[in-house]
């Protein structure tokens, strides 16, 4: 099980643009196992036992989420969330290239789970290639009557479309992503209640993340107690992960939940480059953790007790001939420049700490900006309103403490 290979699979031995290629692999044989030999209830059974989480970030118990949503009442919508505008994550964006068909048919199987007639893909606005595969896929699946009105000439019908978003960060959110579509501000909304109770329209909404969803299919095909035995016991399954900066081989690889840093730096990466000195490694993205050299060994899983979260999968590994001052500035302008505004410690605090980090390039660097780094942290951790502005110090604070900047 060490080495299964769940969504790359196919990746490069079929033609993501020719619904043939997918099905001459087994393409759409889940959807028609659930359809024909399984019901809503059974389905959701195999995604809890599965121990499948969001692999969007937060790691949220995917088939718990599914149940609250399959509880409720009346009219339901399911959200697939492809906005993926953290830096340095591109693991959504590569599963709409390489096979389409595995991300559209965990969306029917997912919306039709949950009991959603209608599915939307939320996508990045500036995926517009992306867009048009998913588009003619959506053409192809619909031919063949995987999705639309009497699925497989079964009772279960659904809609799907697929809606740009404008490349907003803060969209990301599950509910700024549903005020999104909705025509209004992409902002957070106060939680709870949480979408799974009123989301889209005020209805029950279920928003996954694109890679979560695109796992789906095999654990209806392979079973959940399967899944469950991949990988790390407290988040199962394979992951997706980003290795980019000092390494021979950057790219993506998918290896099992429970990882180590290191690992997948020297044996997938191919290692440091020659001539570079390993420095750290931020983890998850701009908002991610940075890692010295002694930390390598955290495991890479989902979950409270996990030694470093592992966010998006994106891992930037950085060797000492990197100006520390230049990724300060970089991370605090990317905040700067998402934050929404809603909330005036994200919108000033990411602001004054953009401020600072091009002072303390230029030598600037005033005692009261020292004093007020620690004030800021501060505030931005305990006090914004949605997580975009507690994670906004991250990897600045860690600079700090772990000594990667001095002053």
């Known amino acids: 099980m060490k080495d299964i290979k769940i969504l790359i699979e196919h990746w490069g031995k079929i033609d993501s643009l020719k619904i043939e290629d997918y099905l001459e692999v087994g393409g759409y044989k889940a959807l028609e196992e659930f359809i024909l030999g399984m019901d809503r209830m059974g389905a959701l059974g195999e995604i809890k036992k599965s121990g499948l989480c969001g692999r969007g970030g937060a790691g949220f118990p995917t088939g718990t989420k599914f149940e609250m949503v399959y ?33 559209l048919e965990g ?14 893909v939320y996508i ?25 009105n009497k699925i497989l000439e079964s009772d279960y019908s659904l809609k799907i479309e697929i809606y740009s978003g404008a490349g907003a960060y803060i969209c990301g ?12 501000r992409g902002e957070p909304k106060l939680r709870p209640p949480y979408p799974t109770e ?65 690992k997948l730096i020297d044996d997938y990466a191919g290692g440091i480059k020659r001539g570079k000195e390993f420095w750290f490694a931020q983890i998850g993205g701009a908002c991610g953790k940075l890692l010295l050299e002694k930390e ?20 930037l590994v950085v060797d000492k001939s990197v100006n520390i001052h230049d990724l300060l500035i970089s991370w605090a302008d990317f905040f700067r420049r998402e934050s929404c505004g809603k909330c005036v410690p994200c919108r000033e605090g990411t602001f004054r700490l953009w401020e600072i980090a091009k002072r303390f390039k230029d030598g600037k660097i005033s005692e009261r900006d ?14 914004t309103f949605c997580p975009l502005g507690k994670f906004a110090g991250t990897a600045f604070r860690d600079a700090i403490t772990k000594n990667i900047l001095t002053f």
């Not at 969306?107 to 939307?120: F, H, N, Q, R």
């Open 124 to 148: 990045n606005g500036n995926y517009q290639k992306q867009k048009e595969i998913l588009e003619m896929a959506l053409l192809q699946a619909k031919k063949k009557k995987f999705w639309g």
């Open 296 to 315: 390598l060994k955290a495991k890479m899983e989902f979950g409270k007790e996990c030694e470093c979260p592992l966010g998006s999968g994106s891992i």
């Open 107 to 120: 969306i029917i199987i997912s919306a039709l789970i949950v009991g959603a007639d209608k599915a939307y």
């Open 198 to 262: 009123c989301g889209l329209l005020g209805r029950s909404t279920a928003v996954n993340n694109a890679e979560t969803i695109a796992s789906i299919p095999w654990i209806i095909l392979n079973g959940g107690e399967k899944y469950s035995k991949i990988g790390s016991k407290n988040s199962p399954g394979t992951k997706l992960f980003i290795l980019s900066g000092a390494i021979n081989n950057p790219g993506i690889y998918e290896a099992p939940t429970g990882i180590t840093v290191k």
């Open 173 to 184: 959110e599950e509910t700024a992503l549903v005020n999104s579509i909705e025509g209004q």
């Open 71 to 103: 509880k409720q009442i009346g009219k339901k919508y399911f959200i697939c969330n492809l906005d993926e505008s953290e830096p340095g994550t591109y693991k959504d964006r590569l599963i709409v290239d390489k096979n389409p068909h595995l991300l």
């Open 370 to 383: 020292k004093e007020a780094i620690q004030d800021i942290l501060w505030t931005l951790e305990r006090t």
